[in-house]
């Protein structure tokens, strides 16, 4: 049995009307810009499901467009995200999609730039303003950003993964979950952990020469 | 620690202490919390609580689909004329709730009690308490602790999602959580706490989940209203030394069981109930083009 706090039935603070689609939302528009970064001129949110069905009434579009501008979920300036983002200088554009077998509230966020490839993330809200992010660019992924986590993409080689681990130890870090997918030669390790990820660890991890990519990112406050 | 009212209720015995007192104790155990880190956040709970029940008062607020708003004025200004069936309590207690639902459907800022969709209940419950009882924030802020005590053994036990078992697990235990905290606050005993809160949930059992357009808007706000009033009438029955013949814990499982036996049409879905009648439909098909 899930063991809850006060805030979790007296709580969150969030803004309306309803947490998978608004503050469920923001977090997995948050989580695009944290992983995919800032450089960006024009997003697309590619929405499945009921996310495609209601995302007006519930203004799941204006949560997602706060998030990418780096807006909390309970931030009241949520409803304001179109003229800030148009101040901003960023295009949105909401296309309806059929995103496969899918959690029925998911978006697929795709990040434009003038010089830069696109890059995307696909992620679902899965109730009570949790999420799943599920792929980036590609890479099959399951994490939930409640946890610090890192994202390491690199050339499979043997004593890797024992590597990343002990930088992780030799910082005091403890490793809560961590999975581990591989296509051909190239994998993905999605580790989350029980304190903040600095940025002297994705340093020390990115001195092996395997690595080809790496991200941290902390969890936003609730 | 408790899972079940049946041990909250013991531990209040053994020790001599509230509702509200145990589940601080526990929140300050497990999750490693200072006495005063806890109130203080509390505080900020009671305060939006506070602001999202007066918003919608004085000034018409619509939701963002444009579908539902205003009411909470309506009442308000009602409430003046002095002509009420019900009494100001009761209109004053609809108005705060519909003023909360109003807030959350137009992208403002509510705490989830213990959801979205049923956020203006609490609230407005002990905002009335309150101003009946002449309570301070302090005393109101016990009786949230007491409230989170009794939503806890819901959600361990059973449910607070609509679309898991229907409005009577969303606004059924809010309205649970807002009386059994009540009768903390009017200084009924710990069993009273959950007689009152028993009466809750057996007055709404069954009621289903069918919001228009599957919007968070109606009949949600009007369940609000009449969430509270639920609450309220139940905690006086509970402060008259009536007693619920079937104990807290029954009655959650109760209502979990009915929660199961409820078709996906009745939970959440927008397919049964007021979302399917014919106005129901309509309105769908022209908020979604
Ligand atoms: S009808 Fe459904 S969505 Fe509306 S308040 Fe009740 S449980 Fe929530």
Redesign the interface.
């Known amino acids: 049995?899930?063991?809850?706090?006060?805030?979790?039935?007296?709580?969150?603070?969030?803004?309306?009307?309803?947490?998978s689609h608004?503050a469920g939302a923001a977090r997995i528009g948050k989580i695009a810009r944290d992983i995919l970064g800032t450089d960006f001129n024009r997003v697309i949110f590619y929405l499945h499901g009921?996310f495609a069905?209601?995302y007006?009434?519930?203004?799941t579009d204006?949560?997602l467009v706060a998030g990418v501008l780096g807006m909390g979920p309970?931030d009241?300036n949520?409803?304001n995200s179109f003229e800030i983002a148009q101040a901003q200088g960023i295009a949105y554009e909401f296309i309806e999609a059929d995103l496969g077998y899918q959690h029925p509230n998911t978006v697929k966020i795709v990040f434009k730039s003038k010089d830069k490839k696109d890059s995307y993330i696909i992620g679902s809200s899965i109730?009570?303003g949790n999420v799943l992010i599920t792929n980036i660019n590609g890479n099959k992924v399951e994490f939930t950003g409640d946890y610090p986590t890192l994202l390491i993409k690199y050339y499979d080689r043997k004593g890797i993964i024992s590597r990343i681990t002990s930088v992780i130890a030799n910082n005091d870090i403890n490793i809560a979950s961590m999975k581990v997918t591989r296509e051909d030669n190239i994998a993905t390790m999605v580790v989350e952990t029980d304190s903040v990820i600095g940025e002297k660890i994705i340093n020390e991890i990115s001195e092996a020469e395997e690595i080809i990519y790496i991200k941290g990112i902390n969890p936003m406050l609730r | 620690m408790f899972?079940k009212a049946e041990e909250l209720l013991r531990l209040c015995n053994e020790k001599n202490k509230r509702i509200s007192e145990i589940?601080i104790e526990k929140?300050i155990k497990?999750?490693k919390t200072s006495y005063e880190d806890?109130m203080d956040?509390?505080h900020?709970?009671l305060r939006?609580m506070k602001d999202s029940s007066k918003a919608a008062l004085d000034k018409e607020i619509r939701?963002?689909?444009g579908?539902t708003g205003g009411d909470a004025k309506k009442l308000e200004e009602y409430n003046k004329s002095n002509e009420t069936l019900t009494g100001s309590l009761i209109i004053s207690a609809m108005a705060k709730a519909l003023s909360t639902s109003e807030?959350?459907?137009?992208?403002?800022?509510?705490?989830?009690?213990?959801?979205?969709?049923a956020?203006g209940i609490?609230p407005s419950a002990l905002l009335s308490a309150q101003e009946k009882l002449n309570l301070t924030d302090e005393q109101v802020i016990m009786g949230?602790?007491t409230?989170?005590?009794i939503?806890?053994i819901i959600?361990?036990n059973a449910t607070?999602?609509g679309?898991e078992g229907g409005c009577q697990a969303e606004c059924g235990s809010a309205a649970a959580?807002a009386a059994g905290a009540i009768v903390e606050l009017a200084g009924g005993s710990p069993e009273a706490s959950f007689h009152a809160a028993s009466f809750a949930l057996v007055n709404i059992m069954g009621l289903v989940c069918d919001p228009i357009?599957?919007?968070?808007?109606y009949p949600c706000a009007l369940r609000n209203a009449s969430g509270v009033v639920n609450g309220l009438i139940s905690a006086d029955l509970a402060l008259a030394g009536i007693k619920s013949l079937v104990p807290f814990d029954e009655v959650v499982d109760s209502m979990y069981r009915v929660g199961k036996m409820m078709p996906e049409a009745l939970r959440e879905t927008a397919l049964g109930g007021v979302a399917n009648s014919p106005t129901g439909e309509e309105i769908k098909r022209r908020?979604?083009n």
């Open positions: 049995m899930k063991d809850y706090g006060v805030f979790d039935v007296i709580g969150p603070v969030m803004i309306g009307p309803s947490s608004t009921s069905k209601t007006k009434g519930h203004g204006k949560a309970s009241e949520l409803r109730g009570g | 899972n589940v929140e497990v999750n806890l956040r509390m900020n709970v939006i939701s963002v689909s579908l807030v959350n459907a137009s992208m403002g800022r509510i705490v989830a009690a213990p959801t979205a969709g956020s609490i949230l602790f409230a989170a005590g939503g806890e959600a361990k607070v999602s679309a959580m357009g599957g919007l968070v808007e908020l979604l």
